[in-house]
């Protein structure tokens, strides 16, 4: 008999003219065992290839989410305003989205942000920036409660709450290539948030992001092309945002806030000390003006997106009092 998993495998790669793609339920009960360890490495690998190769529909990309959200460790009723996932595992350019979070946290935005630790060598992921400013990586959810109510901002690695899901993260360096793990991680607004980001490598996989969102019932979000794909705006280009508000299609672009010749983000010094000098005011903003800038940048489209601001100069406005009016 056919292994149960067999069945998958199949509907992907029969081949041309045969094979499609996997309705609700089928997507749901495939990711389901795969999450629970009840799949062959081979078949995992063949799923994931295929999926990578034909591309997940929106469809797939919501229930793969609805299976990880039932299968992950349970989380208490905790009430968040925004859900910002954070999961481009190789930065190539300083994580200033970091201190657009934190500005808004200032202001009474509860912030739950999660990711993966991501490579260092070479690299700046988004963890090391959080330790440098004293902000924990928190392992269970009263400590998420705790850090909530005390500064309105918390991080906790994918590891503590779905460490299946985090396992699979593994498998890039044995497949060479990206899976739809990191796709749907980006999905899990895991408290349930009234609002989400979602920052994407590549523009094309904007619209299905945001349809998957809609099918699963997220509310306010804001999909778009991020740096490295972190949520993390780049003033010298518009910000083209595939929304949703209120549950209804919405999409916006905003014009680039900065002119002149464009910053070369990936040949920035790589140093934790940057972002932490920023922060405190112990540099001169105007060396710093591009990460000003997209810091600023990032907070409104965060604030526009949770409704607060109705067209993006007032919610850039609003984010730029924020930032000359924070705290250390």
Known sequence: MDHPFAKYVRILGKGPGISR?????????????VLKGEVEPLQLGAFLCLMRYKKETPVELAAFVRAVKDTMSPA??????????????????????????LMLAQNGVRIFMHGIEGFSEGLMPTRPVLRALGLPILRDWDGVVQALDHGNFAYMGLEDFAPSLEKLFGLRSLLGLRSPVNSLSRELNV?????????????????PHRESGRISGQKNLSVFKGGGGEVQCNPYKPIKIFGLRDGQPHDVTWPASMTGTAYNWREEPLELARIVALWRGEVDEADFGHAVAAIIDTAAVALYTMGRAEEPEEARAMARAMWHDRTE
């Open 76 to 101: 208490p009723d905790i009430a968040v305003d925004l859900d910002w996932p954070s999961y481009a595992d190789r930065h190539r350019q300083l994580p200033w989205f970091v201190l657009s979070a």
């Open 21 to 33: 793609d996997l309705g609700a339920e089928e997507a749901y009960e495939a990711f389901s065992m």
């Open 191 to 207: 408290l349930d948030a009234p609002a989400q980001l979602q920052g994407v490598f590549h523009p094309t996989y904007s619209d």
